[in-house]
């Protein structure tokens, strides 16, 4: 099987967001694999009371009534960017709930009909009872209940395969998960996490997604979802998300593959008394933590593994550099045409890590481009913004304003990397990079800049480890894994249960 990233959860002005549809189609054929945009649709139980949520039911009745305007062309144009083996696209609507918590709905079709319900149970049923085969994602699932966060006393793993628990609002996992949330609707309450609800016995996935509302799917550093799947296709991308094969990122893309005797990352296994357990990680930057979390009888443990040694001798092998571009004063927008060239070594990859770049609806075509890649040299285009800051910081916590690519370089003792900019270039050795990162700005004080990160060795971004494990607990008991890197991306890959 093969690993896809994508971005399922995330808006754009087709309800209430920015940038038009088409233009976050573009932008998400840029850095991702598949990608559903999402239109808000109902909310069913909103709060009425004018005097004080005003302001809140104007937003959503303004943007249902657009979404339903606009469904058709919305259904239309999300067919027609489905390409199988190069794009993978789905149909979805939210549904949010103060009582049961937000989810979206999704199909593997062409159509999907805007049907509202009371509860999620009846929402499924309306779609079912339509000719579709739905599933029901909960998202933002770390918000009190009552206030729009999950309700585990009505989950259906049979209607919800998986959970959200990493989005801009922060991460759902557990109270000891690094990214509190900070929106204005409250913070997460540890009885609405994904970890409880594993503890209580529920078996569910795990998925990530930025929940953007700037028209950006994949917006770095909002969440992402990997999938094992097949092939490229809605049917094999499908299969994968229903059988839970997933890893919930950050945003980076970091492979993960936990195995327990025979079972992988979603399957269930019979219990023994001991297993042979492997975890291989792949990630973009050096791993700073990587545990095991098991749980049953209503308990938990956390194992700590010990990460991989970093340092900065030159060594043989496989890079992984990443060159940054913007920063700057003032909300002024720095564009960037950059072109990075390996000297002495071998290109092998070049992965875009794109962000929003503060553009209106008006600007059609993505500002943000891979131009061409060969063995020896990449060339990229991006739009970069100021970092959030102060009174800037908005609701997107996680993310600064910054537009990236990591290259992964088969390098030598006496390999280079030149990066040409519209500014000037900047050359390093590798043993340069070994020692630190290396900046130049384009101009004075507060000016934008570029960064050549400190070249990161295949020994420090990846990882192999097998033991035996033997279960702490006998009943519900679940295993996964999560790994967070010296650059804050995390990842956490799907549970594996034993029955």
């Known amino acids: 099987m093969k690993l896809f990233w994508g971005d399922i959860h995330n808006h754009c002005s087709i309800s209430y967001g920015k940038g038009t549809l088409q233009r976050a189609l573009a932008n998400a054929r840029q850095q991702l694999d598949f990608c559903s945009v999402t239109g ?10 004018l005097q004080h949520y005003d302001d809140i039911v104007h937003m959503h009745f303004a943007g249902f009534t657009k979404l339903k305007y606009f469904w058709n062309e919305y259904l239309q144009q999300i067919k027609d960017a489905n390409k ?5 696209t789905f149909p979805s609507y939210e549904w949010h709930s103060m009582h049961f918590g937000d989810h979206n709905c999704y199909v593997n079709a062409d159509q999907l009909p805007l049907l509202d319900g009371s509860s999620p149970e009846e929402l499924f049923e309306r779609l079912s009872d339509a000719g579709c085969d739905p599933i029901l994602l909960p998202h933002h699932i ?3 209940r009552g206030h729009r966060g999950v309700n585990w006393d009505y989950f259906d793993s049979s209607h919800s395969p998986l959970v959200e ?3 801009n609002h ?3 996992e557990a109270d000891d998960a690094p990214y509190e949330y900070h929106h204005s609707m409250g913070p997460r309450a540890g009885d609405s996490m994904a970890r409880h609800g594993l503890l209580l016995g529920h078996r569910f996935g795990f998925y990530a997604s930025t929940d953007s509302h700037d028209g950006y799917p994949g917006h770095y550093g909002h969440g992402r979802v990997g999938v094992m799947a097949e092939n490229l296709t809605r049917q094999s991308i499908w299969e994968a998300l229903r059988a839970r094969r997933t890893i919930a990122s950050t945003g980076a893309n970091i492979a993960m593959q936990l195995q327990l005797g025979d079972a992988g990352i979603g399957q269930s296994t019979p219990r023994k008394s001991t297993f042979p357990l492997t975890l291989n990680l792949e990630g973009t930057a050096a791993l700073d933590r990587i545990e095991l979390i098991e749980g049953g009888d209503g308990q938990w443990k956390l194992h700590r593994i010990a990460a991989p040694t970093t340092s900065n001798a030159v060594l043989p092998g496989r890079y992984k550099i990443r ?10 927008r720095s564009h960037w045409n950059v072109k990075a060239i390996v000297g002495n ?5 070049a992965t875009p890590y794109f962000r929003y770049s503060g553009y209106d609806n008006t600007e059609v075509e993505p500002t943000e481009k891979m131009l061409s890649r060969d063995s020896h040299s990449a060339h990229w285009q991006a739009t970069a913004i100021p970092n959030p800051a102060g009174a800037m910081g908005g609701t997107h916590f996680n993310a600064s304003g910054t537009q990236a690519v990591i290259l992964e370089i088969e390098a030598r003792q006496d390999s280079t990397l030149k990066v040409l900019f519209d500014a000037g270039e900047m050359q390093c050795t590798l043993a340069e990079l070994r020692d630190g990162s290396q900046v130049q700005h384009v101009g004075d004080f507060g000016s934008p800049a570029i960064k050549m990160h400190r070249a990161i060795h295949q020994s420090e971004y990846s990882f192999s480890h097998e033991s035996t494990f033997a279960p702490s607990f006998n009943n519900r008991v679940f ?4 790994a967070i890197q010296n650059d804050g991306q995390a990842a956490w890959c799907s549970p594996i249960w034993l029955d």
């Not at 295993?479 to 999560?482: G, L, M, S, T």
């Open 170 to 172: 922060g991460s759902g």
């Open 323 to 332: 060159i940054e571009t913007g920063w700057g004063r003032n909300n002024i």
């Open 84 to 88: 199988p083996g190069q794009f993978v």
């Open 40 to 49: 808000h649709a109902f909310w069913p139980d909103m709060p009425m009371d």
């Open 142 to 144: 770390g918000y009190s």
């Open 345 to 349: 070594g071998e290109l092998i990859a």
């Open 479 to 482: 295993i996964y894994a999560r």
């Open 165 to 167: 628990i990493y989005s």
